[in-house]
C-alpha cells in the first residue's frame, strides 16, 4: 500500500502553514511537483523553500512532472477542463504507480485549501476508486486564499446571518449577479470582471499574490477603485508573467 498526502500550503506566506500540515510533510518520503512552466517556476520554489523550513531530521526527495495545460480560448470550458484533468491522471499515475515505493507516503503540496477550485482530490479519488494502484489517501486542510484575503482586509466573508456565495470569474460574467445575495467572492477572474458591476452600490476588496511578498491589496466603493485595480492588475501581470489575484464584492446597505 502507498500513502498518498494532500497538503494544503496556505497562499502565500509561509507562516500559512498549519501544525497539521507541517506534521504531515514530516511524514511525506517524496513530494510530487507539477511544473507550469518558467514564469510560475516561483511556485515550486515556494515548496522546496516549506519543506526546506519545515522538515527536520529525515530524508525526502522530489518527484518532478511537466503540468499538463488547459487548451485556452475554446467555447467548451468544462470539455477543456475535463480533458486537462484526464491528462493531469496520466502524470499522477506515472509519479505514483512508477516512482513511489510500496510502502513509501508521497504528498501534493496544494496551494491554499485542497478543497477549493483544486482538483488533486478528485483526481486521486478516481485513482483510488481504480485500483490499479493500491493506494490510501488522507486530506490536510489549507488556508485558502480568500480567507488569506479576507483576513488581510479586515472583513467577514458574509453579513450578519446572510449567505455568501464563491464563483470563478467567468461564472459571474456568463449569469450575472447571484440573485439575493449581497457577498459575492470571486477567483479565477482573466477578465477584470469586476467591471461589468460599476454603477450598483458596491464595495470592493481585491488583493493580489496575497501573503507573499508581492502582496497589493485595494479596497473601495468599486465605481471609484475599478479603474485603478485595473491597471495594477495590467502592470502586475506584465512585470511578473502571471497574476493571481482574488476578490470580494460586497452591496452597501
Ligand atoms: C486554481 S485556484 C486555487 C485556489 C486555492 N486552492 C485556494 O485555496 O486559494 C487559483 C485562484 O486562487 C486565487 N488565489 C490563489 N492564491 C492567491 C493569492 N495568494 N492571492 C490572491 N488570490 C489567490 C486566484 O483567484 C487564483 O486564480
Not at 494532500?6 to 498549519?18: E, M, Q, R, V
Not at 518558467?38 to 512532472?65: P, W
Not at 496551494?111 to 477549493?116: K, N, R, T
Request: proline share 4%; with cysteine; charged share 30%.
Amino acid at each position: 500500500m502507498k500513502q498518498i498526502l494532500i497538503i494544503g500550503i496556505g497562499a502565500g506566506d509561509p507562516d500559512h502553514l498549519t501544525v497539521q500540515a507541517i506534521k504531515a510533510m514530516n511524514r511525506a518520503d517524496a513530494f510530487f511537483l507539477m511544473d507550469k512552466g518558467t514564469a510560475k517556476g516561483s511556485l515550486i520554489d515556494h515548496r522546496r523553500y516549506l519543506c526546506e523550513q519545515v522538515i527536520e531530521g529525515r530524508d525526502y526527495r522530489f518527484i518532478e512532472a511537466d503540468c499538463p495545460e488547459r487548451v485556452r480560448d475554446v467555447p467548451d470550458y468544462r470539455g477543456a477542463v475535463e480533458d486537462l484533468n484526464r491528462d493531469k491522471r496520466g502524470v499522477f499515475e506515472w509519479m505514483i504507480g512508477e516512482q513511489l515505493q510500496d510502502g513509501e507516503c508521497g504528498a501534493f503540496l496544494v496551494w491554499g485549501d485542497p478543497a477549493l477550485y483544486d482538483s488533486t482530490i478528485r483526481i486521486i479519488e478516481a485513482i483510488a476508486a481504480e485500483g490499479r494502484h493500491a493506494i490510501d489517501y488522507q486530506v490536510i486542510p489549507g488556508i485558502s486564499s480568500l480567507q488569506a484575503l479576507a483576513a488581510r482586509h479586515r472583513v467577514c466573508f458574509n453579513g450578519i446571518g446572510r449567505a455568501f456565495q464563491v464563483t470563478p470569474a467567468r461564472r459571474l460574467a456568463e449569469q450575472g449577479w447571484p440573485e439575493g445575495m449581497d457577498s459575492v467572492l470571486v477567483m479565477l477572474d482573466a477578465q477584470d470582471t469586476y467591471r461589468h458591476f460599476t454603477g450598483q452600490n458596491l464595495t470592493i476588496y481585491w488583493g493580489a499574490y496575497v501573503g507573499s511578498a508581492d502582496e497589493t491589496l485595494i479596497a473601495g466603493p468599486l465605481d471609484e477603485v475599478a479603474e485603478r485595480i485595473r491597471e495594477t492588475r495590467a502592470e502586475l501581470r506584465e512585470r511578473h508573467g502571471w497574476i493571481m489575484d482574488s476578490y470580494l464584492l460586497r452591496k452597501r446597505p
